[in-house]
């Protein structure tokens, strides 16, 4: 079974709008992280936003937020406001705390229209 | 403060060569992991290191070998090169308890 499910492959959003990417995962463990990972096509990976499994609160940061909700295992970024630069690649990936291997999704691509 | 820094940034090489890539990590981390980045696709655990010694492997074939030195910076080797070796090879460092930061990766090609 797949970890980490990104079901969109790609998504388009307006200049200013908010967008959410989806990511759920799966896993047995208690302990784990989830991390949403940007990379534009110069292909450098640029970390966003982390999530401990246990942390009661969504995490923000700036623009991205990430939606936790644990019964369904998922783990959706929201970004608000978007900016041409947001278009790029967005991986959303885990870490199980009982390994020390990160898990990531296949992706989903994101366009940012004038 | 530098980040991740691997090398070389591109690479061609032929079938059944030899090909070692490099990375240093981000000042302050101890561990560092390895990926392989087909076109397309989400980056595939290759390998970690921790203290000089492969603390976890994926699932890739002992063509795949690595090491970590005492200054914590690393190598990833793969011998007898395939067709589908081709790909972005990333380096993350991180220490206990962070997020990992990547490199800008080195891109092989194989012909």
């Known amino acids: 079974a797949q970890k980490i499910t990104q079901t969109q492959p790609g998504m388009f959003v307006q200049e200013k709008e908010a967008v959410t990417l989806d990511c759920t995962y799966d896993?047995?463990?208690?302990?784990?992280?989830l991390f949403w990972y940007k990379q534009p096509s110069s292909g450098e990976m640029i970390f966003l936003i982390y999530q401990g499994s246990y942390d009661e609160q969504n995490a923000t940061e700036g623009r991205y937020s990430l939606n936790f909700q644990k019964a369904r295992k998922s783990a959706n970024l929201v970004i608000s406001a978007s900016q041409l630069g947001d278009s790029a690649m967005y991986f959303c990936?885990?870490?199980?705390?009982?390994?020390?291997?990160?898990?990531f999704g296949t992706g989903t691509s994101l366009t940012v229209i004038p | 403060d530098a980040g991740v820094t691997q090398s070389p940034t591109h690479l061609i090489k032929t079938r059944g060569q030899q090909v070692t890539l490099r990375c240093s990590p981000k000042s302050g981390h101890d561990t560092v992991s390895w990926y392989q980045q087909a076109l397309g696709q989400g980056p595939q655990f290759i390998f970690q290191y921790y203290e000089e010694e492969e603390r976890q492997r994926g699932n890739f074939p002992d063509r795949f070998s690595g090491h970590q030195f005492p200054n914590y910076s690393s190598e990833l080797n793969v011998n007898a090169l395939l067709l589908g070796d081709s790909a972005l090879y990333l380096c993350a460092s991180m220490s206990r308890g962070q997020p990992q930061h990547f490199g800008d990766g080195t891109r092989l090609s194989i012909l």
């Open positions: 990936a885990m870490r199980e705390l009982t390994g020390n291997q990160f898990y």
């Open positions: 896993t047995s463990d208690q302990s784990y992280g």
